[in-house]
Structures are given as C-alpha cells and as structure tokens.
C-alpha cells in the first residue's frame, strides 16, 4: 500500500478515497505441504510458469488457518476487500473457503 500511496502522491490523488482491493489465489489442504503440492500440480496444469518458489508469496497457499491468518494480515495493512480465488477452480480449496474460511470471518 506505501507504493499505492506514493503514487496518488504523485499524481495527486486523494489516497483515503481509494478502495484498497485485494485479489489472492487460494490452494487449502490438511496441512501446508499438502497445499503447496497441490497449488504446484494445479499450476503445472496451465501454460503459466514455473510457480514461485515455496519460500516467495504465493497467495493464501496452506492449511485454513494459514489462510485465515493471510485475511487478517491483509486487514492490518488497511485492504478494505479481499477477494479470493481457488487454483484452477479447485473443487478442495472451494469446498474449504465455504465450510470453514468464511464462516470463521462472518
């Protein structure tokens, strides 16, 4: 968000009158290395690259938890909507974020 700020700075934009918006991927599963195998099989089924490696961002990847935790982190740096997307449309990772993510944030 600084860099977002530095540009209506620049720009002159009034900064507090922009909706700070978040899209993030989702991969859940029982445990974080489950959901890192899981967000790299599903990426590997598309034309995109090699994702990044496991210690760089990837988006809400891991157990509900962590993703729970991704939420909060995104709150505390000021997003006002963030909008989340299963990997591929992944049936898991859906059946996840309604049954336990978002009735934990409701």
């Known amino acids: 968000l ?3 700020e530095a540009y209506c700075g620049t720009f ?3 900064f507090d009158a ?3 918006t978040v899209l993030q991927t ?3 599963r029982d445990s974080a290395d489950a959901a890192h195998s899981a967000y790299e099989r599903l990426r590997g089924e598309t034309a995109a690259a090699d994702p990044p ?3 760089e961002h990837r988006g809400l990847v891991g157990t509900p938890e962590d993703v729970l935790e991704g939420l ?3 709150d505390n740096l000021g997003a006002e909507m963030v909008m989340v997307r299963a990997e591929r449309n992944d049936p898991e990772t859906i059946e ?8 934990s944030i409701s």
Do not use: H, M, S
């Not at 996840?96 to 009735?103: E, G, K, S």
């Open 12 to 14: 002159g934009t009034d």
């Open 96 to 103: 996840r974020l309604a049954d336990t993510v978002l009735p």
């Open 18 to 20: 922009i909706e700070k």
């Open 72 to 74: 909060e982190q995104f």
């Open 2 to 4: 600084g860099l977002l």
């Open 26 to 28: 989702a991969v859940i």
């Open 53 to 55: 490696p496991r210690d």
